[in-house]
């Protein structure tokens, strides 16, 4: 298999934290300097959160400029997607960030149980946000929980409500919603392949189910995503000492099944 495959790194996210591990970036600082040694890895994508001085999770478009503004210039042609993910704020603001134009950014076009709280996605907020990314032209890449965000996401990108090439991530793993199931894998990326053939996709397993998923992804033809943000360990007893350590873990793989790791030019060719 020659397609190259794409690594997306998750740098922060909104719940690690220090204390969890020490490697986890959370000033702008750290999270450029921890995507440049994943980007020399081979990250391709990187996912954006970013957080305030205590840790806690922020939507401020301050903050998100700043290290756009970074990754650009350390990173140079690397994909820069923000998140507009539920912990960082509270309705629109959540699209606060849209404006900076970047090159791609998270919806979530349903809503799912979270560990401990319902993430929740109203019909009217995923609308809104999916037309302002068609303002500012943001490819989104839908993170999916569920099958009926996959097929929700495929019938928006049909009617025209989802700007660029329609590119689908299965989140899998998370406490309460999709587990990290073999047979549902399958099934997603058969729907995918039926349904909406000219589409890309992508999948990213939580926890120590982030090196599982990236196998499956890999062998199966699409693209993985890693990092920190999904998970902290190399193994039960070992923390990851960056995000570019899991970068390259995903990278093996590729190696492992013959496909080539995706520039950051392949991978927005791939993309649109």
């Excluded at 076009?109 to 032209?137: C, I, Q």
């Excluded at 998970?231 to 923390?239: C, E, F, I």
Aim: aromatic share 6%; glycine share 8%.
């Amino acid at each position: 298999m020659s397609k190259p495959c794409i690594i997306c790194v998750a740098i922060t996210g909104s719940l690690p934290r220090k204390e969890d591990n020490p490697a986890v970036p959370i000033t702008v600082e750290e999270q450029i300097e921890s995507t440049q040694e994943a980007f020399e890895t081979g990250a391709s994508i990187c996912h954006a959160h970013v957080r305030n001085d205590d840790q806690t999770p922020t939507a401020d478009p301050e903050k998100f400029a700043r290290l756009m503004e970074g990754l650009k210039t350390h990173c140079p042609g690397m994909i820069i997607q923000l998140s507009t993910g539920g912990r960082t704020g509270a309705g629109k603001t959540r699209g606060g960030m849209l404006a900076l134009r970047p090159d791609m950014a998270s919806l979530s076009v349903g809503s799912n149980n979270f560990p401990t709280r319902v993430y929740e996605n109203p019909p009217d907020l995923v609308d809104w946000l999916a037309a302002e990314m068609r303002k500012h032209e943001v490819t989104p890449e839908v993170e999916a929980f569920d099958l009926s965000h996959i097929l929700q996401a495929i019938r928006m990108h049909g009617e025209g409500a989802l700007f660029g090439r329609l590119y689908v991530q299965f989140v899998m793993g998370v406490k309460n919603a999709m587990p990290a199931d073999r047979d549902v894998f399958d099934f997603y990326v058969r729907m995918m392949r039926e349904r909406a053939p000219e589409a890309e996709w992508c999948a990213a397993g939580i926890g120590a189910n982030q090196i599982v998923v990236n196998e499956w992804a890999i062998a199966a033809g699409g693209h993985t995503r890693t990092g920190l943000e999904d998970n902290v360990r190399l193994d039960r007893d070992t923390l990851a000492p960056s995000n570019a350590a899991l970068v390259q873990r995903a990278a093996a793989l590729c190696e492992t099944y013959e496909r080539p790791v995706a520039s950051p030019a392949q991978a927005r060719e791939i993309l649109g």
